[in-house]
């Protein structure tokens, strides 16, 4: 008994020694002190995690793991890819599927991303947020470990004209809601508030049981209880769902995240994308387009033809009233994401929505990252010009 005692000791003490070599090389690599840190320059940061606070609890897997999950990042594995680099589908030895994300070593989008990423969504625990497992930062390589999600992100099912016909009304609504609550916990249930910053179709990923699940944090920003705005030179997101005060100005706050969950609130019930083009009127936004068929009280015929005509018109035309709330064009008016769950959730009169923003559309690609004050804006994928931000 007592030889197995020692035996159960010594692996212990030598699974507590492999955590501590983690956490050095963890300081070591991504919180040098030389270059700095953007947390520990962030006193906000410094005082909700602790200045000499370690890591969050997460597991630190070997590259050879991750080589051997991924079958050497083979292309037959890779589930997407990101101006951050590309995402891999895994399976550990015990039979676990993962998800890996790995930073591009030329990537445009870098180091404090990914530190963003870990520091946050490590401490964030709610089911409609994916799930950190882990990191992985040897051999010159970055990496982030998810939970591994059977149905991919949700623009795979919405702006497929196949498959979109699995989204009947029960489950888009189930999927608004869901994303709903997941908002409302960044802004509000969480220890820390989070802004996302990046809120988009295709950064909602989907169980096997089609529960949506926020994912990608590596814009989020904390604000604290009592902060409402902050403002960035620097604005990086994806045009179509950006609001006007942080696309042309750069501010940012919970109303920002808002607008985004509007724009996908209508893209979920047209099936349309933010950007697309209408042969009523190529000129018009998804979001102008919405606009000029409510003005004509027409505006049940964006709901998409994909689910069918026995949907609830009154909880259909509620949530598209809801959409146009959240994508006014000054924040103030925007609701918050808990009044957007009650909404949601109850059969109150909601205000009538006053004139949204962005809507005609513009000649600029989707993704952006542009310095304020500057035309000039450059994409992951290509240089870009911003024409104009249209509103009226």
Known sequence: MAHHFIVWLYVAQAKEEKRTVAKIKWERELFDPIKGSVYYKNTLVARELGRNSHPPDIEFFNLSTIVAATNNFSPANKLGQGGFGSVYKGELSNGQEIAVKRLSKCSGQGIEEFKNEVMLIAKLQHRNLVKLLGCCIQGGEQMLIYEYLLNKSLDTFLFDQTRKSVLDWRERFSIIMGIARGILYLHQDSRLRIIHRDLKCSNILLDEDMNPKISDFGMA????????????????????????????????????????????????????????????????????????????????????????????????????????????????????????????????????????????????????????????????????????????
């Open 221 to 392: 920003r904390i604000f604290t209880t009592e902060q409402i705005q902050e403002k960035t030179n620097r604005v990086v997101g994806t045009y179509g769902y950006m609001s006007p005060e942080y696309a042309v100005f750069g501010k940012f706050s919970i109303k920002s995240d808002v607008f985004s969950f509007g724009v996908i609130l209508l893209e979920i019930v047209s099936g349309k994308k933010s950007n697309g083009f209408y042969q009523e009127d190529s000129s018009l936004s998804l979001i102008g387009h919405v606009w000029k068929l409510w003005k004509e009280e027409r505006v049940l015929e964006i709901v998409d033809s994909s689910v069918g005509g026995s949907y609830p018109l009154q909880e259909a035309w509620r949530c598209i009233q809801i959409g146009l709330l959240c994508v006014q064009e000054n924040a103030v008016d925007r609701p918050t994401m808990s009044d957007v769950v009650m909404m949601l959730s109850s059969e109150t009169a909601l205000p009538s929505p006053e004139q949204p923003a962005f809507i005609f559309r513009t000649s600029c690609s989707s993704s952006l990252s542009l310095e304020i004050g500057e035309v000039e804006a450059s994409s992951s994928m290509n240089e870009v010009t911003i024409v104009s931000f249209v509103t009226r």
